[in-house]
């Protein structure tokens, strides 16, 4: 079983930083791929897939409209994943979502199944604004 938090959502103007924290609970963290998804407020069956990483970070995808501006890293060390948001644009604004998968993952393909992930986080808002 694995418990996930999100932390560091916030206001913050065009342009501007965020940094994303998501703290897991249980052992064996390494073993878990870890993805980030968004979901626009009033939009809850659209989710958009915004990046994930192996759990020996070997490997790390991104979803299109973020590729160049955010950055996900993790720390196995401090049981932790990191999604650094960069040249935030409104479009930016949703809420984040960690999530985990006991196996991990090979291909983008299989990075971006959400259906796939076994735990997830509740969430933390972003709001970009204009």
């Known amino acids: 079983q694995v418990h996930l938090v999100e932390s560091g959502g916030n206001l913050v103007q065009t342009g501007g930083s965020l940094r994303l924290s998501c703290a897991a609970s249980?052992?064996?963290?390494?073993?878990?791929?870890m993805a980030w998804f968004r979901q626009t407020p009033g939009m809850e069956r659209d989710w958009e897939f915004v990046?994930?990483?192996?759990?020996?970070?070997?490997?790390?995808y991104y979803g299109d409209s973020v590729r160049g501006r955010f950055t996900i890293s993790r720390d196995n060390g401090k049981n932790t994943m990191y999604l650094q948001l960069n040249s935030l644009e409104p479009g930016d604004s949703a809420v984040y979502y960690c999530a985990a998968r006991s196996s991990d993952f090979h291909t983008i393909t299989e990075a971006r199944l959400q259906r796939r992930y076994d735990y997830w986080g509740l969430g933390t808002e972003v709001t970009v604004s204009s």
């Open positions: 990046g994930a990483i192996r759990g020996d970070g070997s490997s790390i």
């Open positions: 249980g052992r064996t963290f390494s073993g878990y791929g």
